[in-house]
């Protein structure tokens, strides 16, 4: 599966929803706004580019850690991304949990483009232009019934904290009292998130004698980033010097910009999460939690995650009994338990948490906090393989290859590494790259083994980067003479064995 993709662009800082952002402009739009910021998504001379999901998602990865460190993910924008509901779901599908997945939309379109995405999307930007529909139609050509109608069936299913309505003063289509009329209707269908503002035209200027692009309605926050193209973004977070075209001073004190105003949305962010968090919202105290958990070793840190977690673990939070699990597993910031991890372990577990069932199965694999027992690890893992989770069907496997808790099977263990290794399970791809190399319940093919250790060395995974130079003589990843040598010779029928 295909989508048509007009642009990706990286860094984006609080203009999308909490963290940084990368927003994916998806071409096509069944709307024909009079005033539109991105008109070109709607134009067949607009150049598009045709990424797999797989594709996306390996680009998207890049930021890994950016969303995981600020809360943030991809955003689908256009157009209208919903056009292309099939590709999304897939994107998600493939996506890590733990980015946030959110969507800009104006809801123009078929519930059954919607409805699969509702339990996927964590959040839903939705334009609303004006709640009046003649307005509506003079700006758009079209009736705001289909809207309206998809926005009540998406507030019954979504929890409505999820749903951020924009609602525009657009010059010569509506004033402010037709604003506040489309405010009011919203508040009365119980909508809290309301977001009003003035339209601009989002015209890009070019400034040519320093390569920059300038947008005129951009947050401070991030500022000196957003002035720089993606590829010089990248450079100022990876400290690359590859980029020669744009002017050194210039580029430090983008770099500086980012840097400072990086820390000061982050503590922003954290102070919003603390007023959630103290009002007994329960996401943000698992937020918090990993906040200070993931910062700097210290008492001070490990004793503010374990309350925060502990607030809601005692609100019966999978995700808050699985921490607690794991800071007296691991000794974090108190005394080293495995009775006790056990019990907060299996609180997540009894509640079907894949992370609490996966932990439960560590627990009885390794004896610890309860007595060993192969048998009842495997049960555990199969409860989380069943679930789809990649974490699951490794270990799965591994138990398998291993003979623990049922009878040594490798075509079974080939059967579960490789589930886990086709949704990027790095473990589950090195295992299977194995046994395809030593013929070990599958017939032997270092084709096959050679393609899995690449993947692997592709994402500089040191396992997949040795086995490459030791079994294949690739000493450079990137050397792609080398590597369709290797390929050639590898799919000679005499070289397969």
């Known amino acids: 599966m295909t989508g048509k993709v007009v642009s990706v662009t990286r860094f984006r800082m609080a203009q999308d929803g909490e963290g940084i952002s990368t927003l994916v402009t998806l071409f096509g739009c069944p709307l024909h706004c009079r005033c539109c910021a991105n008109a070109f998504c709607n134009e067949k001379e607009t150049p598009v580019t045709y990424y797999t999901a797989e594709h996306l998602c390996e680009t998207l990865g890049k930021d890994d850690l950016y969303f995981k460190m600020t809360g943030g993910g991809i955003v689908f924008g256009g157009g209208e991304p919903l056009i292309q509901s099939e ?194 919202d329960v996401s943000s105290q698992v937020q918090l939690g990993d906040y200070y958990l993931n910062e700097d070793d210290c008492e001070e840190n490990y004793n503010e995650a374990f309350k925060w977690f502990m607030k809601a673990a005692e609100q019966g939070d999978a995700g808050g009994e699985c921490a607690i699990g794991l800071m007296y597993e691991q000794s974090l910031g108190v005394e080293e338990d495995y009775n006790e991890a056990f019990k907060w372990y299996m609180k997540a577990a009894e509640q079907g948490d894949a992370d609490g069932e996966w932990s439960i199965g560590n627990m009885y694999k390794d004896g610890l906090g309860v007595e060993q027992d192969y048998n009842e690890a495997f049960k555990w893992y199969m409860k989380v393989a069943e679930q789809g989770a990649s974490f699951g069907e490794y270990e799965i496997g591994n138990m398998y290859a291993e003979g623990l808790g049922v009878e040594q099977d490798y075509n079974e263990a080939v059967k579960w590494y490789k589930k886990a290794a086709e949704k990027g399970h790095a473990g589950a791809q090195y295992s299977l790259a194995e046994l395809y190399y030593k013929g070990k319940g599958v017939e032997r093919n270092k084709y096959e083994a050679f393609e899995w250790y690449k993947k692997l060395a592709d994402k500089d995974n040191i396992f997949g980067v040795f086995a490459l130079e030791e079994y294949f003589g690739i000493t450079d990843v990137s050397d792609e003479a080398k590597i369709d040598e290797v390929r050639a010779k590898l799919l000679n029928p005499t070289e397969l064995n």
């Open 87 to 280: 590709f999304v779901q897939e994107v998600c599908r493939l996506a890590d949990p733990l980015w946030k997945k959110r969507i800009e939309t104006s809801l123009h379109v078929k519930w059954g483009d919607i409805a699969p995405l509702t339990d996927i999307i964590d959040e839903w930007i939705i334009d609303i232009k004006d709640m009046n529909p003649e307005i509506y139609k003079r700006y758009t050509g079209s009736s705001n019934w289909l809207v309206i109608r998809n926005l009540k069936r998406l507030a019954d299913i979504v929890p409505k904290e999820k749903i951020w309505l924009r609602v525009p003063l657009i010059d010569g289509f509506n004033n402010k009292d037709d604003v506040k009329k489309s405010v009011s209707a919203l508040q009365e269908m119980g909508f809290s998130r309301i977001e009003e503002f003035k339209y601009n035209d989002f015209k890009r200027t070019f400034h040519k004698t320093k390569n920059l692009v300038t947008l005129p309605r951009i947050p401070r926050q991030g500022y000196g980033m957003m002035l720089l193209p993606d590829e010089a973004r990248l450079a100022c977070l990876s400290g690359s010097r590859e980029v020669k075209r744009f002017d050194d001073k210039f580029y430090e004190l983008a770099h500086q910009l980012f840097i400072k105003n990086l820390k000061v949305t982050r503590k922003t962010e954290i102070e919003i999460l603390k007023k959630k968090a103290d009002s007994g």
